[in-house]
């Protein structure tokens, strides 16, 4: 079950960042990662 969020969590993130246009550091705080996790997911 925790890969399974991991994976949505990913997904949310790079949908934020490349769908919706968001910057990275604003998803950053908004799902609690850090910019480096953004940044490679992306």
Not at 10 to 22: D, F, K, Q, S
Not at 27 to 34: K, L, M, Q
């Amino acid at each position: 079950m925790g890969q399974f969020r991991l994976v949505s969590k990913a997904r949310l993130v790079i949908t934020a960042v490349l769908v919706e246009g968001r910057s990275q550091s604003q998803v950053a705080r908004d799902y609690g990662v850090s910019q480096g996790r953004v940044k490679w997911s992306v």
